[in-house]
């Protein structure tokens, strides 16, 4: 079935709907045909024109039902561009970003929609549209994960630096040392409410970040400066 974008549409470039139609067509024709006839049709999906989503979806299922390498291939090929654009477009990707650049991500990101993508997951899916969805909810998952790792990562470090610092003569000094850096990272959390402050209290005074930087990497928890004091002063109160 073809699938169009209305002109009322809100926009959203998952939003048209094409229904599945598995023919004896589609199933007779070569990886090479599919992935021609997929590409031409993805063009007009992606410019919101009459599309057939069949070419795709039979491409998409020879990868995952049959695991045809050259199906993924055509795929990779396809859709590595659009999948790039997400993470580039992803507002947590910047910082992550090593000298490799995106390719990491975007390879991460196939890699995950390949494992979790099962063949019987793949018959719930009637459009290009919803399979596209699908992967860039793979784009999203592989940056929160690497965010995450980067993080822990972070932690550990800042704990061995604790753990690692030399004796002081102040007996103030020994009271804390007597501590493990780890317990006494979990007395400060104790005491702090709410994620925000968590990442206030961790992004200030161990990595000494200044609001505005703080703000810039992380929109979701401090929309503005503003509010990077606005927590700044809650927490010392």
């Known amino acids: 079935m073809e699938s169009r974008n209305s002109s009322g549409s809100t926009g959203s ?9 598995t023919t004896p067509q589609t199933e007779l024709l070569s990886i090479n045909d599919l992935a021609r006839c997929c590409s031409e049709e993805t063009n007009k999906f992606l410019k919101q ?8 979806l039979e491409l998409f299922r020879r990868a995952i039902t049959r695991r045809d390498d050259d199906a993924w291939a055509c795929i990779y090929q396809q859709y590595a561009p659009l999948v790039l654009t997400w993470v580039n477009q992803h507002q947590s990707a910047a910082p992550i970003l090593g ?10 990101a196939f890699a995950k929609f390949a494992q979790a993508l099962t063949p019987a997951k793949m018959d719930n899916f009637d459009s290009l549209a919803a399979v596209l969805k699908y ?24 704990l061995e ?21 780890q317990g006494l990272w979990q007395v400060i959390q104790e005491e702090l409410n709410g994620e925000e402050e968590r990442v206030l209290i961790y992004l200030a005074y161990i990595h000494g970040m ?14 503005t400066v503003e509010d990077v004091y606005r927590i700044a002063s809650i927490t010392v109160k």
Request: proline share 6%; aromatic share 4%.
């Open 161 to 181: 630096l604790i753990e690692n610092e030399p004796a002081s003569e102040d007996p103030a000094d020994d009271v804390v040392s007597s501590i493990s850096a």
């Open 210 to 223: 200044k609001p505005s930087e703080i703000s810039s990497q992380h929109r979701r928890l401090f929309p």
């Open 13 to 21: 470039e998952f939003s048209r709907v094409g229904k599945a139609e």
């Open 49 to 56: 024109s009459v599309s057939n989503d069949r070419y795709c």
């Open 99 to 108: 000298q490799d650049g995106s390719a990491p991500l975007v390879n991460a």
């Open 135 to 158: 992967l860039k909810m793979c784009v999203h998952s592989v940056i929160a994960d690497e965010v995450r790792s980067r993080q822990s990562r972070q932690y550990e470090e800042t």
